[in-house]
């Protein structure tokens, strides 16, 4: 029996046809033109509807003990302020927390501790714009001490930068063919384009310390515009 089936299976494996593994390249076709490159922006503006504000409390006592339980008491009350201002707990995180001591600091002397100053920093996003100003006067006359921002931004911007984008190309495209007719010559086709830019909020206004009295005019933010930018780069070829 072996003397047969191995000539069979030596048979079978010369008779099987050759797998294929060349794959078809596919056809680029050359420049034979003139290759134009080009920049173009496209531009929305909206007005921002939501509120960035960074505010906490910052307490000083002789001891880190003393220090910590008063700042925790004080932020129990902004946090308080703020659900009954509306704010859900999703818009409410922690950014930071630091107790440090303190020194004084006298010529020819070693610094002398004096006591301990504890912080402690919430982000609070601000849906309705139009309530900010009362919300942050609320914060204020319940503890809060530190203040930072409005960092006002939109909330979601995906339709706004989808339309920079449609302006960005139309107004890419007009220019490729400003070029061609200033040279004589046509737009034959699109050889690449790529998106080199997107929206990106303002940066925060740097740290203030509010003090406000009660009975005073009321903080009024105001959101204006902003503008939103989309950039790309576009190649065409021109005849």
Do not use: W
Request: charged fraction near 20%; charge should be neutral.
């Amino acid at each position: 029996m072996k003397t047969t089936i191995l000539p069979l299976i030596a048979a079978a494996a010369i008779s099987l046809p050759a797998v294929a593994t060349a794959q078809t390249a596919v056809q680029v076709q050359p420049i034979t033109g003139t290759r134009l490159d080009i920049s173009a922006t496209g531009d929305v503006s909206r007005v921002p509807d939501v509120a960035i504000i960074s505010t906490g409390v910052v307490t000083k006592a002789a001891t880190a003990t003393a220090a910590i339980q008063q700042n925790a008491q004080r932020m129990e009350r902004v946090r308080a302020a703020l659900r009954r201002a509306g704010i859900q707990d999703k818009d409410i995180q922690t950014s930071s927390l630091s107790l440090n001591p303190d020194y004084a600091y006298e010529q020819n002397q070693p610094p002398r501790l004096t006591g301990y100053q504890a912080s402690n920093q919430l982000s609070v996003r601000f849906r309705d714009i139009g309530e900010t100003g009362k919300v942050l006067d609320a914060l204020v006359s319940e503890g809060a001490n530190q203040i930072s921002g409005p960092n006002l931004t939109i909330d979601k911007p995906e339709a706004a930068l989808d339309e920079a984008r449609v302006k960005a190309i139309a107004a890419g495209r007009a220019r490729a063919e400003l070029y061609a007719r200033a040279l004589g010559m046509r737009v034959v086709r699109l050889l690449s384009v790529s998106e080199s830019g997107g929206y990106a909020p303002p940066p925060p206004m740097p740290m203030a310390v509010m003090a406000m009295e009660r009975g005073g005019a009321d903080t009024k933010i105001d959101p204006g515009e902003q503008k939103i930018q989309v950039s790309v780069s576009m190649s065409f070829e021109l005849q």
